[in-house]
T-cell receptor, first 113, second 113 residues
Framework: GAGVSQSPSNKVTEKGKDVELRCDPI?????LYWYRQSLGQGLEFLIY????????KSGLPSDRFSAERTGGSVSTLTIQRTQQEDSAVYLC???????????FGPGTRLLVL | AQSVTQLGSHVSVSEGALVLLRCNYS??????LFWYVQYPNQGLQLLLK??????LVKGINGFEAEFKKSETSFHLTKPSAHMSDAAEYFC???????????FGSGTRLQVQP
């Protein structure tokens, strides 16, 4: 079956602009995660959605970062007023439920100029 | 709090030689432990996971890992390296109360012909 998909695969933006990154999880997966992979910080957890529960936002680095998940499926990660330190690969993962293995998408490579 | 330490950011082996990638974890509760592999410009792929069943876990592509509670270790091994094993490997931990993964800093495996 189809895996986790993310779009766009690459995004170049100017400092101060807003960006939206999209994640389509595997069909039927109730849990969805966002991670960030950067040279300086490695792989970091950002936010986690599980079904209809309130999301775990404990990993979001600042209030410029937000995410939503509509209809328990597609998720969008929004970064407002982007900064150069936001340049990274943003990875999305999903799992059947919180107990199960996380499957990762290919990531969105964000470059802030 | 939980953390993961991967000893050796770069490991180089000859084709056919033993692969040993080290991972030590810190967790105040019983952990779930994972090894993921990342090929260039791709997302993360699960190699294997430990979830409190057998302490010796076999994964894909001939890899295995042994959970040693006394040493708080979960080292990844493969008896004979293949050129296609060249990639970056990440050890990760989670636990029942927090399913988001905490990753180590990664080990880049190079396989020499």
């Amino acid at each position: 079956g189809a895996g986790v998909s993310q779009s766009p695969s690459n995004k170049v933006t100017e400092k101060g602009k807003d960006v939206e990154l999209r994640c389509d999880p595997i069909s039927g997966h109730t849990a969805l995660y966002w991670y960030r992979q950067s040279l300086g910080q490695g792989l970091e957890f950002l936010i986690y959605f599980q079904g209809n529960s309130a999301p775990d936002k404990s990993g979001l680095p600042s209030d410029r970062f937000s995410a939503e998940r509509t209809g328990g499926s597609v998720s969008t990660l929004t970064i407002q007023r982007t900064q150069q330190e936001d340049s990274a690969v943003y990875l999305c993962a999903s799992s059947f439920d919180a107990q199960e293995t996380q499957y990762f998408g290919p990531g969105t490579r964000l470059l802030v100029l | 709090a939980q953390s993961v330490t991967q000893l050796g950011s770069h490991v180089s082996v000859s084709e056919g030689a033993l692969v040993l990638l080290r991972c030590n974890y810190s967790s105040s509760v019983p952990p779930y432990l994972f090894w993921y592999v990342q090929y260039p410009n791709q997302g993360l792929q699960l190699l294997l996971k430990y979830t409190s069943a057998a302490t010796l876990v076999k994964g894909i592509n001939g890899f295995e890992a042994e959970f040693k509670k006394s040493e708080t270790s979960f080292h990844l091994t493969k008896p004979s390296a293949h050129m296609s094993d060249a990639a970056e490997y990440f050890c990760a931990v989670s636990y029942t109360g927090r399913r988001a993964l905490t990753f180590g800093s990664g080990t880049r495996l190079q396989v020499q012909p």
